[in-house]
């Protein structure tokens, strides 16, 4: 996700750029699910830290139903969006 200078409203905003933030939210977002679906997720390898290795792992019971949780909301809102608009 970027922002761009038309939506900073300064003529002297820098170019477009990355909200770390947000890419950190996402990212950790994917983690989990992966891990949720595949009990796998890419984590640090201990011998070297800068590289990431398929690790098995075990989410807690809560996060696991939270998952779960946001995912039927998700099929449910696709479903809605799919369905043909009636006028």
């Known amino acids: 996700m970027a ?3 038309s939506l900073q409203e300064e003529a002297d905003a820098p ?3 990355l ?3 947000k890419e950190a939210f996402q990212n950790l977002g994917i ?3 992966d891990a ?3 009990g796998k997720a890419h984590l640090p390898d201990p011998q070297d830290p800068g590289r990431l290795i398929r690790t ?3 989410l ?3 996060l696991q139903d939270e998952v779960d949780r ?3 909301f998700a099929d449910a809102m696709g479903e809605h969006q799919d369905k043909p608009r009636q006028r």
Do not use: I
Request: hydrophobic share 30%; proline share 8%.
């Open 70 to 72: 946001r995912m039927k």
């Open 60 to 62: 807690p019971q809560w």
């Open 36 to 38: 949720h679906s595949t």
């Open 19 to 21: 909200n770390w933030r």
């Open 3 to 5: 922002y761009f200078n």
């Open 15 to 17: 170019g477009p750029m």
């Open 31 to 33: 983690t989990t699910f």
């Open 56 to 58: 098995e792992v075990e």
